[in-house]
């Protein structure tokens, strides 16, 4: 058993989300107190390329992560990575009131109560979520395990790319990461990140800002893509295609609308019994508003089906939003159109050092 390092950052990094369907890289500079994009990009892979969150090919990604540090002109060699799915479990937990230094020593206990699996087989790290009152016996602590062989599989990529992995994170945490360079969290308001990608949804729901529930569900944008071409008899391509609304030689984008929706309705039905849990296990029966973001996002009618069904205000992020952009390097329409699928990279991008990180 190791301890994680997700937030030991010593130099300037470039975040890398390796997904299920593409792989994407963004590489900040910071400047005074503000953030500028330096580069970025994307690399689409094989949806069979990660299965089920496992690595099958791994020279395949590891030769696209290499082309697009290279077509970008990224020279910098430290990333910021992250992983998501079966083999990632986060608990919010109670343990006594100690110091962090204390808490370091007794995690590996904490964890044998709520981690399924051998301690030897995972990483663990935690959080402490706020300080407990002097009148308070015990504390909130976030606890991550992540499977070792999975992690290992990501770090051999990296490597095989000619990169060094320099902080490992959790999608669900790094969309979080992305969020809130906005500050746009009121006291008291409950806010649902939800970031869909093609094969996995990150749920992440704050209460004024602090993480108090994370879950991630095995549905995502390659169902839209299956229903897809299940019902018109189409390849995986050519479904991809429809699903983001562009026409198919012999089929249109109105004969794939109705089960478009009825993928909709079963990702929003999935996202709604996740709020329905968290309802269940906090002392909160409200969430504010719902962030969008993920390669699904912009999909169309996305957002106000899952509005509709969760009677929610639905946003879709834009990571960019609060960093600086030179317009003469990055075109805005070109952002604007990738920008949801961008934010675990971004949030990534955004890791700071933390001396006394667990």
């Given at each position: 058993?190791?301890?994680?390092?997700?937030?030991?950052?010593?130099?300037?990094?470039?975040?890398?989300?390796?997904?299920?369907?593409?792989?994407?890289?963004?590489?900040?500079q910071?400047?005074?107190?503000?953030?500028?994009?330096?580069e970025?990009?994307?690399?689409?892979?094989?949806?069979?390329?990660?299965v089920?969150?496992?690595?099958?090919?791994?020279?395949?990604?590891?030769?696209?992560?290499?082309q697009?540090?290279?077509?970008?002109?990224?020279?910098?060699?430290?990333?910021?990575?992250?992983?998501?799915?079966n083999?990632v479990?986060?608990?919010?937990?109670?343990?006594?009131?100690?110091?962090?230094?204390?808490?370091?020593?007794?995690?590996?206990?904490?964890?044998?109560?709520?981690?399924?699996?051998?301690?030897?087989?995972?990483?663990?790290?935690?959080?402490?979520?706020?300080?407990?009152?002097?009148?308070?016996?015990?504390?909130?602590?976030?606890?991550?395990?992540?499977?070792k062989?999975?992690?290992?599989?990501?770090?051999?990529?990296?490597?095989?790319?000619?990169?060094?992995?320099?902080?490992?994170?959790?999608?669900?945490?790094?969309?979080?990461?992305?969020?809130?360079?906005?500050?746009?969290?009121?006291?008291g308001?409950?806010?649902?990140?939800?970031?869909?990608?093609?094969?996995?949804?990150?749920?992440?729901?704050?209460?004024?800002?602090?993480?108090?529930?994370?879950?991630?569900?095995?549905?995502?944008?390659?169902?839209?893509?299956?229903?897809?071409?299940?019902?018109?008899?189409?390849?995986?391509?050519?479904?991809?295609?429809?699903?983001?609304?562009?026409?198919?030689?012999?089929?249109?984008?109105?004969?794939?609308?109705?089960?478009?929706?009825?993928?909709n309705?079963?990702?929003?039905?999935?996202?709604?019994?996740?709020?329905?849990?968290?309802?269940?296990?906090?002392?909160?029966?409200?969430?504010?508003?719902?962030?969008?973001?993920?390669?699904?996002?912009?999909?169309?009618?996305?957002?106000?089906?899952?509005?509709?069904?969760?009677?929610?205000?639905?946003?879709?992020?834009?990571?960019?939003?609060?960093?600086?952009?030179?317009?003469?390097?990055?075109?805005?329409?070109y952002?604007?159109?990738?920008?949801?699928?961008?934010?675990?990279?971004?949030?990534?991008?955004?890791?700071?050092p933390?001396?006394?990180?667990?």
């Open positions: 058993m190791t301890m994680l390092s997700w937030m030991t950052r010593q130099k300037e990094l470039v975040g890398l989300d390796i997904g299920t369907s593409s792989v994407k890289a963004v590489h900040l910071r400047s005074r107190s503000a953030y500028q994009l330096a970025i990009g994307i690399a689409r892979i094989h949806p069979e390329t990660i089920d969150g496992i690595i099958t090919d791994a020279a395949t990604i590891s030769t696209a992560i290499r697009l540090f290279k077509e970008h002109g990224i020279a910098i060699k430290d990333v910021a990575f992250s992983v998501s799915g083999s479990i986060s608990k919010k937990i109670k343990v006594p009131k100690m110091k962090k230094a204390e808490l370091r020593e007794g995690i590996i206990w904490a964890a044998e109560q709520h981690i399924p699996y051998s301690i030897e087989d995972v990483n663990l790290d935690f959080q402490i979520l706020g300080e407990a009152g002097p009148d308070e016996q015990e504390m909130d602590v976030l606890l991550v395990a992540v499977k062989d999975t992690l290992n599989a990501y770090l051999a990529v990296i490597t095989a790319a000619g990169l060094s992995a320099a902080v490992v994170d959790v999608d669900a945490f790094a969309i979080e990461n992305a969020f809130t360079i906005s500050k746009k969290v009121q006291p308001e409950v806010v649902a990140l939800v970031n869909i990608g093609a094969a996995v949804t990150n749920i992440n729901i704050l209460d004024g800002g602090i993480s108090e529930f994370t879950r991630d569900s095995p549905l995502g944008g390659n169902r839209h893509t299956e229903s897809i071409q299940k019902s018109a008899g189409l390849s995986f391509e050519q479904a991809e295609s429809l699903k983001r609304g562009e026409p198919v030689a012999g089929h249109s984008v109105a004969e794939a609308k109705p089960v478009i929706e009825m993928a309705n079963e990702l929003a039905g999935e996202i709604r019994r996740s709020f329905d849990f968290y309802y269940s296990t906090s002392q909160r029966d409200t969430i504010h508003r719902v962030v969008l973001s993920g390669g699904c996002a912009l999909l169309p009618d996305m957002a106000a089906s899952l509005s509709s069904v969760l009677e929610l205000p639905v946003e879709v992020t834009n990571p960019f939003q609060y960093i600086t952009v030179d317009p003469k390097k990055f075109d805005a329409q952002l604007a159109s990738v920008a949801p699928q961008m934010t675990v990279a971004v949030g990534l991008a955004l890791r700071e933390e001396d006394d990180a667990g």
